[in-house]
């Protein structure tokens, strides 16, 4: 049983940075896609950012591009998201996600396939 063990989470000011990581337990598949939804209250879950372990295809909704940074270690089967000059409005629970078989990472963030694991979520609040 894949495990998805998120860590990083927690309170920081308008404009700072925080970094998350996320570390899978046991993954046999050599081709995946990770990477990083998150839900705000009252609001549905959304793909923030997603990397394909082959070639290292990225994707980045919107309202994140040019402030997050994904990246992943394949050899110890994590991955991050450095998060910086942060708003209020990312303020959200972040979960790691993963499909097994997927190569390439828009698809994953924007729903068009399924995960296959997903991690507990670790809380991110940015608040003055």
């Known amino acids: 049983q894949v495990q998805l063990v998120e860590s990083g989470g927690g309170l920081v000011q308008p404009g700072g940075s925080l970094r998350l990581s996320c570390a899978a337990s046991v993954f046999t598949s050599d081709y995946y896609t990770i990477g990083w939804f998150r839900q705000a209250p009252g609001k549905e879950r959304e793909g923030v950012s997603c990397?394909?372990?082959?070639?290292?295809?990225?994707y980045y909704v919107d309202s994140v591009k040019g402030r997050f940074t994904i990246s992943r270690d394949n050899a110890k089967i994590t991955v991050y998201l450095q998060m910086n000059s942060l708003k209020v409005e990312d303020t959200a629970v972040y979960y790691c996600?993963?499909?097994?078989?997927?190569?390439?990472?828009?698809?994953?963030?924007?729903?068009?396939?399924?995960?296959?694991?997903w991690g507990k979520g670790t809380l991110v609040t940015v608040s003055s």
């Open positions: 990397i394909s372990s082959s070639d290292g295809d990225t």
């Open positions: 996600a993963v499909n097994a078989r997927l190569r390439r990472a828009a698809p994953l963030c924007k729903g068009y396939y399924g995960v296959d694991y």
